[in-house]
């Protein structure tokens, strides 16, 4: 309304040169960090993808985070918003992008996700657990709004558009896998240091990158499956033969420009095989 053009006009990295319409986002999950964030996602029908437009232009005038509006979230909703609040938690904390500032965010909301996501799930009328979240997933958006996403999102954004499954249970589903992956360069390893710290996972100081790896693979296993998460691709009935073309798009995102390194197609291709399962 404010730029002209079509939608598909805007995906990428600051695609507009206006401010966008003032917009007043009134949250009714624990999850995405939309409301404060300048990342948007539309699903392009033609493609079969979900497109990542991040911009400025798009953030929102006035955010309300209202906890009443959130205590009728059932189950499974409770379960798949929270877990992708904590991968964004997670992306910030190793994206490329991320400095001591994000970090701040970012480690705080992981560790209160750890904690209150399972109590939000298991009673949807704890009013503390319910708090606590929203608290946390406004963190996490903060967090990643600066420092950037990654692989996870990158893959998750193009299997959702593919076969219209939920973003949160995408990136739930991916999130192991992806750390694995990525923790399995050195460099980046070191990284996951400090998500076992925010997971307040004991024994972090002495930890190696490697160790941090598996013991941060391991915890969010735990929390993914304790919540109720479908725990592979070949549960949701995802067709192994679209892995090749997911790939390709998931390498086009923009998330995974902030990925602590950018993967090769048969890289990405054998992250969706083993999370198939």
Not at 11 to 37: C, F, K, Q
Not at 178 to 199: C, D, H, I
Not at 246 to 262: G, R, T, V, W
Request: aromatic share 6%; charged share 20%; hydrophobic share 40%.
């Amino acid at each position: 309304m404010a730029n002209g053009g079509k939608v598909e006009d805007y995906e990428g990295v600051d695609r507009s040169l206006n401010p966008g319409m003032p917009i007043v986002a009134v949250n009714t999950t624990a999850g995405t960090g939309s409301e404060v964030t300048s990342f948007y996602i539309v699903t392009d029908p033609v493609r079969h993808s979900k497109m990542c437009m991040v911009d400025p232009n798009c953030m929102v005038t006035i955010a309300v985070n209202d906890v009443d509006l959130m205590m009728s979230m059932p189950k499974a909703l409770t379960a798949s918003t929270g877990m992708d609040a904590m991968t964004h938690a997670i992306e910030a904390a190793v994206a490329k992008r991320a400095t001591p500032y994000t970090d701040k965010d970012a480690l705080w909301a992981m560790g209160v996700i750890g904690t209150y996501l399972p109590e939000a799930v298991a009673d949807g009328s704890n009013e503390k657990a319910r708090e606590m979240m929203a608290y946390a997933e406004y963190s996490a958006g903060m967090a990643f709004s600066n420092a950037g996403l990654g692989m996870v999102h990158a893959m998750a954004h193009s299997l959702g558009g593919l076969m219209n499954l939920p973003h949160g249970i995408c990136n739930a589903v991916l999130l192991p896998f992806v750390m694995e992956f990525n923790g399995s360069r050195p460099e980046a390893a070191q990284r996951y240091k400090k998500v076992a710290e925010g997971l307040k996972l004991p024994g972090t100081s002495a930890m190696t990158g490697e160790q941090a790896v598996k013991e941060t693979v391991a915890c969010i296993r735990r929390l993914s499956k304790e919540v109720g998460i479908t725990q592979s691709l070949k549960e949701l009935k995802v067709n192994p033969e679209d892995f090749n073309a997911l790939a390709e798009i998931a390498l086009k995102d923009s998330c995974m420009e902030d990925n602590p390194f950018k993967p090769t197609l048969k890289q990405v291709i054998e992250v969706y095989r083993k999370a198939y399962g």
